[in-house]
């Protein structure tokens, strides 16, 4: 089974609906991460999370909420979407604790969402 | 500002041919290095990193990469290419601030 699993893989929807996307990881790991990817631009940050009580923006969180439900699942909202939220969507994980930016992060296979 | 360039867009060699894809970044401080990897239908798959020491990394997959610090590049390197590789390459830097900044991406095509 996959370590970072995402749900679901792909969507298609509707300008002004509500969306939800979910990361679930079996790895143990403190901090959780969603980036979205587009074409030229690469994968830009949305929301990190360094554990459940802690959640921060990246830089482009306009238009994103997050919930971190457990340790185990980082959920991404869109509350209306809007058609230039049109991407690929990428959870990710990494260990906490002292060992600073020296570990992996680990991506799930990422979510294709169409907003029409 | 920090930012990384990938200057190759997409790059098309023939199998068992060599291949070197080129990253540039800006960074004030010692930055961490990576390449990252993304198979069609895939996310990402780390390659290989750099932090401190040797400026020549070994990854996986037969890939290495070379740091000059003097040309703030981290450009990766593959002696003979296999069908396989037919990816999306992604460079990436990082600090303490837990954030990584990714290249645009280098699309490579591999002929046989």
């Known amino acids: 089974d996959a370590d970072v699993t995402q749900t679901p893989r792909n969507r298609i929807t509707k300008t002004g609906k509500r969306i939800m996307l979910e990361c679930s990881q079996t790895k143990g790991h403190d901090r959780m991460y969603w980036y979205r990817q587009d074409p030229g631009l690469g994968l830009r940050l949305i929301y990190y999370s360094f554990d459940v009580k802690d959640i921060n923006k990246g830089e482009i969180s306009d238009g994103y909420s997050v919930s971190r439900q457990a340790q185990a699942k980082f959920s991404l909202s869109l509350e209306s979407a809007i058609p230039n939220q049109t991407a690929l969507y990428f959870c990710?994980?990494?260990?906490?604790?002292?060992?600073?930016?020296?570990?992996?992060?680990?991506f799930g296979p990422g979510t294709r969402l169409t907003v029409l | 500002a920090q930012s990384v360039t990938q200057p190759d867009i997409h790059i098309t060699v023939s199998e068992g041919a060599s291949l070197e894809l080129r990253c540039n970044y800006s960074?004030?401080?010692?930055?961490?290095l990576f390449w990252y990897v993304q198979s069609p239908g895939q996310g990402l798959q780390l390659l290989l990193k750099?932090?401190?020491?040797?400026?020549l990394v070994q990854g996986i997959k037969g890939f290495e990469a070379e740091f000059k610090r003097s040309q703030s590049s981290f450009n990766l390197r593959k002696p003979s290419v296999h069908w396989s590789d037919a990816a999306e390459y992604f460079c990436?830097?990082?600090?303490?601030?837990?954030?990584?900044?990714f290249g645009t991406g280098t699309r490579l095509q591999v002929f046989p």
């Open positions: 990710a994980t990494r260990r906490g604790g002292t060992s600073g930016l020296t570990d992996t992060q680990y």
């Open positions: 750099y932090f401190s020491g040797d400026t």
């Open positions: 960074y004030g401080a010692t930055p961490y």
């Open positions: 990436a830097v990082g600090a303490r601030t837990d954030k990584l900044i």
